[in-house]
Nanobody
Framework: QVQLVESGGGLVQPGGSLRLSCAAS????????MGWYRQAPGKQRELVAA???????NIADSVKGRFTISRDSAKNTLYLQMNSLKPEDTAVYYC????????????WGQGTQVTVSS
């Protein structure tokens, strides 16, 4: 079992920045990939960014150049640095983990709301 707890969401103006954190606990040794998903109202959940155990990352085209995924292995924490935020980035952001590099993601956090609005 893996437990994931997100934090760092909130309300930010367009052009602003936020950093999301995801603290992992439990059977961390079983994790080979972690990712950030988001789901906006009326839309399907989409993968925003992912990182595998070797350090390779994958960033969605819609956020490339604005979002960065990283991890602190010593703290068992995953981050999503979000810069130049746009109203269309408004969504609930979820942290997820997978036992294999290509997924599927089988553990999920509870989600954190990000709202980009003036």
């Amino acid at each position: 079992q893996v437990q994931l707890v997100e934090s760092g969401g909130g309300l930010v103006q367009p052009g602003g920045s936020l950093r999301l954190s995801c603290a992992a606990s439990g059977s961390i040794f079983s994790i080979n990939a972690m990712g950030w998903y988001r789901q906006a109202p009326g839309k399907q959940r989409e993968l925003v960014a992912a990182i595998i155990s070797g350090g390779s990352t994958n960033i969605a085209d819609s956020v490339k150049g604005r979002f960065t995924i990283s991890r602190d292995s010593a703290k068992n924490t995953l981050y999503l640095q979000m810069n130049s935020l746009k109203p269309e980035d408004t969504a609930v952001y979820y942290c997820a983990s997978a036992p294999r590099a290509l997924g599927p993601y089988n553990y999920w956090g509870q989600g954190t709301q990000v709202t980009v609005s003036s």
